[in-house]
């Protein structure tokens, strides 16, 4: 009896811990999921904002062909200086970059290329590449603000195409460039 008594019992505690078991990890997978949901949605809530905020913005900022010729128009500059070896944009040119972004997404048919340009200091292949890396960057930046690459060419000039002549700090500062071109305005 003593055996069937400990048998019996024993079967009972099984019984008793796997019926706690099972409620325990439904629940915990339930919490993960509902956490998972939760986190999504807030995901989903935070990109539908800043998609109406884009299109908001994109609406205030609607240029047509004419902007192109405006002086006054921020579509008017076309150039992205850099630093000495760098290929990062720097802030200041944002605002230009974000205003042609907006004409190229309002204008799909529109065409832009990138030409990169180096000041001659460096090898003639180092200063190819480094204006490759220049017009990847902007070309960054305009896709980011919802730019087609379709829309876009990139092409690196190097050295080989300055502006100034003069070997100094001034010249060279403006050699070292991106210039956004235009191939078809629609």
Known sequence: MNTVFRLTLAAIVMAALSA???PTRDADEAERAAEREAAAEQERAEREAAEA?????????????????DPDSPLAERLVYFDFDRDE????????????????????GAR?????????RG???????????????????????????DQLEVISYGEEMPVAFQ???????????????YESRR
């Open 112 to 120: 832009m290329r990138l030409e990169g340009h180096t000041d001659e």
């Open 167 to 181: 070997q100094n700090e001034e010249a060279w500062s403006k050699n070292r460039r991106v210039e956004l071109v």
């Open 20 to 22: 706690c078991a099972t």
């Open 123 to 149: 090898t003639r292949e180092y200063n190819l590449a480094l204006g490759e890396r220049r017009a990847q960057s902007v070309r960054r930046v305009l896709n980011l603000n919802g730019v087609s690459d």
């Open 89 to 108: 944009v720097k802030s200041e040119f944002m605002p230009m970059l974000e205003a042609h972004a907006a004409y190229l997404s309002e204008n799909p």
């Open 53 to 69: 905020e884009a299109r908001a913005l994109g609406r205030d900022r609607q240029f047509d062909a004419a902007a192109l010729d």
